[in-house]
């Protein structure tokens, strides 16, 4: 009988959105790195994500990992996680975050993730803990998203 | 819903922002962060107190420089100050800066625990919910010292909200991953499994990430949560689509937390309650029967939400392996996905069906998408796609198809991705191997491999198509003829010319009845190569030479003629130079009996675990090769050498590393240092270049008769123990786990004294029989339950005699041998039985490694029965250096500045037997105010992992 992955890990290793240049618009981490290693993998993972086309699967291998990606116009979301992970779920929950990033700032574009950085934060932590899903209904969180807008 | 507008709440923020962006040079953007790092600096120094808003905008201000890169060194007391602002947005800001600045200055916890504290016992739910992620984000030691007590009571209170609760499951997680032994469930374990009925679907999603941890650690304690999931995820899959409201996605209900449920029953066998297995068959039966209706949505994020839940499913029937239904059901649903117009789907069709490959129940429906899967290798235009189809071929691949899946293998790798290449040789090299009816088409596949691609031809594989062709009669004749006839291509490959040089030099003999085929046919042919070959490969062809003038007596001319040229006498090359002077000088000199014994054919190779698996295994992690495939594969190997025994006296020889393991036959390989044994030389021996080298005629002499006449070590330790004796006497043994010499026995009459030595998987062991009496023992005999030399059978009165055991570790064991001593002292028969102080760790080899490596390899230990863990009370002071000794006498290598936390020790080892060698780590968690160890050992080996586990908590 196989365990999946290693217990004592955080499932998501990191999350990643980046644009075709590079740019890092948010970088979550779950795993410690320092800030080299970070600087090292944020390229790494760019370099093997840009160069993929639409026929291509959303998952790809790297290092002992894999990456899942979804990119959405100019911009890769990028999830690393273990190689025995369920890679649709990962796909979807990809996307259902960035559907509540488009509810919450309103049709959601590049800028706003810069101008708002802060922000972006903490709609990850409602969505994803300790590298685990805390919480998947886009209603709950749109919710407390708004009720921590209107607090001062 | 509001729209949030751009840097809404803090203008100055959003300003700084845009002057960033509008930078046009690197110079510029760096001008503009040291004006406004001045600027905020003078405000933190500044003589009027600033105010939150204003604390809170700088403070975000440094965190945006710090996420473009830039290092800070200031602020970190003004991110500390908004934690104990009463308003959300000050809070928020100072937690960011905390969690993201964390790592590059650690010294700021202890700082924040206060404030985190605060919060916790606030009973106010967001700012609970802050404290709470920020320790998820930093999740230090620190932390779990000061709140893992706390966080469980959160968690299980009554009166805790909802989204607090969520928060308060994932940060335990977190903490339990850093420092699991400060989680201590006890006493909350029910009601942490319990949360799997909780109403709340986000309780239930968060909590269940935990119990599935935990569950993993200590499944026992948690095995009730089989029963409640598999309730909950009977609700999910049978709701209506529309039932679950906000957990919907796309139509389908929940599938984070099906995805979840599947995946926690995962971590058990499948429920032995007929009643929960018979509702969690049925589960999975809707699961499979809803991937057959329409999709109620043509959306993709519908059939991805839904697909997710069916490959989990489908991990779980796997994991099962119990219910051929099932399994076939699962396998003929991926058959369909294999041709779907989704590349996603047919990737992990193609994935999942590599393990549905190794089920017996599923292995024949596997292999009916041959085809398809072939297909797939030729036209998917993603790599990944591909290399999973060459996976799946692999993993299908048995006697039935072994033919054509080679076939379809060797013609892909003709246009294969440069990536996959070596692996795919691998593959081939593999199941030509362990499927090889006829060997001629064995032979065949591998030089096809070796012409098709042989850069990719690693040493592994050609050594080994030459180790079973110098092992198997039946084949020799064929291989000299096939490796003659590709010889001829005028470009081949420099592998083809080593195989070829090796194999005509062992049997061209074989062939040279052939006029076209004749001995010096064979010999212009290969030396028509000499010129554009490297120089290992001009050694080998060398010794090939020396070889082809003891095989056909009519060459020698012509081959002295060559060796005595000039461009080989006096080549720069010290190793080829000194081979052409050498052989040169032994075929002028030696009459014709010498020669042809220190040419003689090569004995067999002694069989070990197939030299390619090994690399194989090694260049895909331990997990890629499941243990099932590895010992069919040894067994398979096994049978294709003619088995050990051919191997005869060979048995002696080890090597410390697998690469130098076989023919060892890289030119100017190091002379191991030391290791006197005969086993050892004769290794040195097999790694110069080419067959036997001139220069060591005399020591290959002396190790012919030598290895006959070394006393073969009594192979005892595969003998089980019987166990007649006495139990005090027998846990005696167990003192000397760390150490190797002293008093084994001692009573009033005899004192049995030991001394011991290990090396590799030998060892010898001096037992001292000392009389303490002034009368003679007399009929004194020691039989060991297995066998060992006669002791003297008279001891005077204070005399002593020694008496020597040579050992040799066959496999792994756990029961020690036992001795049994009888004789007469006076008129009395004394009878007394002992365990002989030979446990498995003493034939560890330290292995020395870095942090990076040590963490890396016990990652891929990670299968549950590979590991072993005991916590137990120290029976000893807990002092440092006394382990450090103790773990030292162990026999591992004690690794320094692995472990993150220097309280703990890590230790790596191999132990060597003749079977197998098995890598082992260890670590041991001194908990001080406990006075309580934690052990964890992982070993390949499951026995050995339980078996070291055993030894070593009665040692401290």
């Not at chain 2, 779980?316 to 239904?325: A, K, R, T």
């Not at chain 2, 006697?399 to 440069?418: C, G, H, P």
């Not at chain 2, 098709?452 to 291989?479: K, L, T």
């Not at chain 2, 037992?767 to 003679?776: A, D, E, H, I, R």
């Amino acid at each position: 009988l196989r365990i999946k992955g290693n217990s004592m890990e955080s499932k998501i290793r990191f999350i990643l959105i980046q644009n075709r240049a590079g740019k890092t618009r948010l970088a979550k981490w779950y795993m410690q790195f320092d800030d080299d290693e970070k600087q090292k993998l944020i390229e790494e993972v760019h370099a093997v994500v840009t160069v993929r086309d639409a026929k291509h699967t959303n998952f790809v291998e790297f290092r002992n990992f894999k990456i899942i990606y979804r990119r959405y116009a100019g911009l890769y979301f990028c999830i690393c996680v273990d190689v025995t992970d369920n890679n649709l779920a990962y796909l979807e929950a990809i996307h259902n975050f960035v559907e509540v990033l488009n509810e919450y700032f309103h049709n959601v574009c590049e800028l706003d993730l810069v101008f708002n950085f802060y922000k972006v934060y903490t709609v990850v932590d409602e969505m994803f803990l300790a590298g685990e899903i805390r919480e998947t209904s886009q209603t709950k969180v749109l919710k407390q998203l708004l009720m921590l807008q209107s607090l001062e | 819903m509001p729209a949030v507008s751009k840097g809404d709440g803090m203008r100055g923020l959003a300003v700084f922002i845009s002057d960033i962006r509008n930078c046009k040079s690197k110079e510029a953007e760096i001008k503009r962060i040291n004006k406004e790092l001045a600027n905020i600096r003078s405000k933190f120094k500044g003589d009027k107190a600033l105010d939150g808003y204003s604390k809170k905008k700088y403070v975000c201000k440094l965190l945006f420089i710090f996420l473009l890169g830039h290092d800070i060194d200031f602020g970190h007391m003004e991110a500390v100050n908004l934690l104990s602002s009463n308003k959300y947005t000050e809070k928020q800001i100072g937690y960011l800066f905390i969690s993201v600045l964390v790592n590059s200055n650690s010294e700021l916890i202890r700082l924040i625990n206060n404030a985190i504290k605060n919060d916790l016992s606030s009973r106010n739910p967001t700012f609970m919910c802050l404290a709470l992620h920020c320790i998820a984000n930093v999740g230090s030691r620190e932390m779990a010292e000061a709140f893992a007590g706390e966080i469980p009571r959160i968690l299980v209170a009554g009166d805790t909200m909802d989204s607090v609760k969520q928060s308060a499951a994932l940060c335990l997680l977190r903490l339990y991953k850093t420092s699991p032994d400060l989680v201590l469930m006890g006493e909350w374990t029910s009601r942490v499994v319990h949360l799997l009925n909780d109403q709340h679907m986000g309780v239930v999603t968060a909590a269940i990430s935990l119990i599935t941890c935990l569950s993993q650690k200590n499944p026992d304690e948690f095995k009730t949560c089989v029963s409640l999931a598999v309730s909950r995820l009977s609700r999910i899959v049978s709701s209506a689509s529309t039932d679950l409201q906000d957990y919907t996605y796309y139509f389908v209900p929940a599938p984070w937390l099906s995805c979840k449920l599947l995946r926690l029953l995962q971590c058990y066998p499948p429920p032995e309650d007929g009643a929960v297995k018979g509702r969690l068959v049925e589960c999975l039966e809707t699961i499979l029967n809803k991937a057959q209706e329409p999709p109620k949505s043509k959306k993709v994020q519908h059939s991805n939400a839904k697909n997710a839940i069916l490959f989990e499913a489908i991990s779980l029937i796997i994991h099962y392996d119990s219910e051929p239904n099932l399994l076939v059901r699962a396998c003929n649903q991926l058959g369909q996905f294999l041709q779907h117009r989704e590349t996603n789907l047919r990737y992990l069709a193609l994935e999942s069906m590599c393990t549905l490959a190794s089920s017996e129940f599923s292995h024949e429906a596997v292999k009916t998408h041959i085809e398809t899967v072939i297909n797939a290798l030729k036209t998917e235009r993603d790599v990944s796609v591909r290399q999973r189809a060459a996976d799946l071929l692999y993993a299908m691949c048995d006697r039935s198809n072994a033919k054509q899946i080679v076939a379809e293998m060797l013609s892909y790798l003709e246009t294969a991705d440069y990536s996959i290449r070596e692996e795919m040789v691998l593959k081939v090299a593999i199941l030509a191997e362990k499927y090889a009816v006829d060997y001629s088409w064995y032979v065949d596949t591998i030089l096809n491999l070796i012409r098709i691609a042989g850069d990719y031809v690693s040493e592994e594989v050609w050594y080994r198509v030459i180790q079973i062709v110098i092992n198997r009669d039946d084949v020799q004749g064929y291989a000299a003829k096939t490796v003659f006839e590709a010889l001829q291509a005028p470009a081949c490959h420099e592998n083809m010319v080593k195989v070829g040089g090796y194999i005509l030099g062992e049997f061209g003999n074989l062939i040279a009845g052939d006029p076209r085929s004749s001995p010096l046919v064979q010999f212009n042919l290969l030396h028509s190569k000499f010129h554009l070959c490297s120089v290992p490969t001009r050694a080998l062809l060398l010794s090939a030479y020396i070889k082809f003038i003891n095989l056909f007596p009519e060459t020698k001319s012509t081959i002295q003629e060559v060796l005595r040229s000039d461009s080989q006498i006096r080549n720069s090359d010290v190793e080829l130079q000194q081979r052409a002077v050498e052989y040169l000088k032994l075929s002028s000199i030696a009459s014709t009996d010498v020669l042809a014994t220190v040419l003689e054919e090569m004995p067999p190779f002694p069989e070990r675990e197939s030299s390619i698996l090994a690399k194989l295994k090694k260049k895909k992690g331990p997990g890629a090769v499941s243990v099932n495939e590895l010992e069919e594969g040894k067994r398979e190997a096994g049978e294709l050498n003619g088995g050990g025994e051919r191997g005869g006296d060979s048995s002696a020889i080890s090597t410390p590393s697998p690469s130098a393991d076989l023919l060892g036959l890289r030119a100017g390989h190091p002379v191991t240092a030391a290791a006197p044994s005969a086993g050892s030389l004769l290794v040195d021996v097999f790694s110069e270049t080419g067959f036997i080298h001139y220069g060591r005629l005399m020591l290959l002499i002396f190790l012919r008769t030598h290895e006959r006449t070394i006393t073969k070590p009594v192979p005892f330790l595969a003998v089980p123990a019987c166990l007649s004796a006495s139990h005090t006497l027998l846990s005696l043994a167990l003192r000397f786990v760390c150490k190797n010499n002293g008093v084994l026995f001692e009573n009033q009459l005899l004192q049995i004294g030991i001394k011991s030595e290990y090396r590799q998987n030998l060892g010898r062991i001096y037992l001292f029989y000392g009389n303490k009496t002034s009368v003679q023992f007399v009929t004194f005999t020691t039989t060991l339950n297995v066998q060992s030399k006669p002791v003297e059978p008279l001891i005077e009165g204070g005399a002593q005699v020694q008496q020597v055991i040579n050992i040799e570790c066959l496999t792994d064991f756990s029961d020690a041998p036992l001795l049994n001593i009888k004789f007469r002292y006076g008129g009395a028969l004394q009878n007394l039985t002992l365990k002989l102080p030979v446990t498995i760790n003493k034939f560890f080899q330290p292995t020395e490694m870095a942090s990076h490596d040590f963490f890396q390899r016990w990652k891929q230990l990670s299968q549950p029965q590979q590991e072993a863990q005991k916590i137990f009370k120290a029976s000893h002071a807990m002092d440092t250096e006394v382990l450090k000794a103790k773990l030292l006498g162990l026999g591992m290598a004690l690794l320094e500045n692995v472990d993150p936390n220097p309280e703990n020790f890590v230790c790596a080892g191999v132990i060597q037997s003749k079977a197998q060698q098995v890598g082992s780590l260890l670590r041991l968690e001194p908990n001080a105010q406990a006075q309580m160890y934690r052990l964890t050992v992982r070993s390949s080996k499951d026995t050995v992992s339980k078996r070291l586990c055993e030894l070593l908590a009665e040692q401290f």
